[in-house]
């Protein structure tokens, strides 16, 4: 059974970092790319960022690009979410999400329940 | 960016009702392009991708069409359990973008 379990989120105030953690397991970690998918009530689903299944293909949302950086250890089946000068804005759900393609890209076909992301003073 | 622009934003239905919702690309995605299901207090759920694949478990009432830039979800038979909000992904270029949502809500 395809599981992935975040970690990391909570309170932190504007211009500070937080690293967000995914551990997945039940599927071939190193065979997919992963995602970071954000929720918040007024704006809905935002696509934060995607890693390929080698790290060899990484993509930004505008709004994140410059101050996030995902990454992967493929070796302990783990994503991650490093984000830097945090804003209020980056308040929201955020989700890790495992692609549906062998070693390509695509939509997300499991999901983890999320972990919340407070920026506030 | 790929703009993609969901419509309508919102929609009264009833049980047993055919319902359409679309997407439409700035510019050409080929067929990337999936939708999701969301309800409240649930992680978003995977129902078509590559625009008209449909995802495994998923009722077959759900279906998808289109390439290029228009792209449509259709729902053939309203059921209780598929009032929530719908969204489109292009997962073509990068930055991949959602649709703004479609609200399916009981008449």
């Known amino acids: 059974e395809v599981q992935l379990v975040e970690s990391g989120g909570g309170l932190v105030q504007p211009g500070r970092s937080l690293r967000l953690s995914c551990a997945a397991s039940?599927?071939?970690?190193?065979?997919?790319?992963m995602h970071w998918v954000r929720q918040t009530p007024g704006e809905g689903l935002e696509w934060v960022s995607t890693?390929?299944?080698?790290?060899?293909?990484?993509g930004y949302a505008d709004s994140v690009k410059g101050r996030f950086t995902i990454s992967r250890d493929n070796a302990k089946n783990s994503l991650y979410l490093q984000m830097n000068s945090l804003r209020p804005e980056d308040t929201a759900l955020y989700y890790c999400a495992k692609g549906n393609w062998y070693r390509g890209a695509g939509s997300f076909d499991y999901w983890g329940q999320g972990t919340p992301v407070t920026v506030s003073s | 960016a790929i703009q993609m622009t969901q419509s309508p934003s919102s929609l009264s239905a009833s049980v047993g009702d055919r319902v359409t919702i679309t997407c439409r690309a700035s510019q050409g995605i080929r067929n990337d392009l999936g939708w999701y299901q969301l309800k409240p207090g649930k992680a978003p759920k995977l129902l078509i991708y590559a625009a008209s694949s449909l995802q495994s478990g998923v009722p077959s009432r759900f279906s998808g069409s289109g390439s290029g830039t228009d792209f449509t979800l259709t729902i053939s038979s309203l059921q209780p359990e598929d009032f929530a909000t719908y969204y489109c992904l292009q997962d073509n270029t990068y930055p991949w973008t959602f649709g703004q949502g479609t609200k399916v809500e009981i008449k």
């Open positions: 890693i390929s299944w080698d790290s060899g293909s990484i």
């Open positions: 039940g599927f071939t970690f190193d065979d997919y790319g």
